[in-house]
Nanobody
């Protein structure tokens, strides 16, 4: 019912920047939280940043001061501006959203994107 399409990943040198974008499409009444997680090879998926419907962000300690999450409610999209990238930021980045499809729904549904690769060379 809902698809998340991510873009913006790629290869960058240490110290560089990338901007990830994720747009949700389908049957959507409202979106609650939106966020980004990442998974490096051989490691568990971890939180990078989330943002509430009221635009309140939360960041992992490892990215504070370097990454900025933002959302565009009109476009059902969430972005992640990543600056001062480090080799340890290399991972597949996943977008996730909690949403309701219809006004009468009580529960939020959770969706994930397919992931976009970010590689930071030293």
């Amino acid at each position: 019912q809902v698809h998340l399409v991510e873009s913006g990943g790629g290869l960058v040198q240490a110290g560089g920047s990338l901007r990830l974008s994720c747009t949700a499409s389908g049957i959507i009444f409202s979106i609650n939280s939106m966020g980004w997680y990442r998974q490096a090879p051989g490691k568990q998926r971890e939180l990078v940043a989330t943002i509430t419907s009221g635009n309140s962000p939360t960041y992992a300690d490892s990215v504070k001061g370097r990454f900025t999450i933002s959302r565009d409610n009109a476009k059902n999209s969430v972005n992640l501006q990543m600056n001062s990238l480090r080799p340890e930021d290399t991972a597949v980045y996943y977008c996730t959203v909690d949403l309701r499809h219809y006004v009468f729904e009580e529960n939020w549904s959770n969706y994930w994107g397919q992931g976009t690769q970010v590689t930071v060379s030293s």
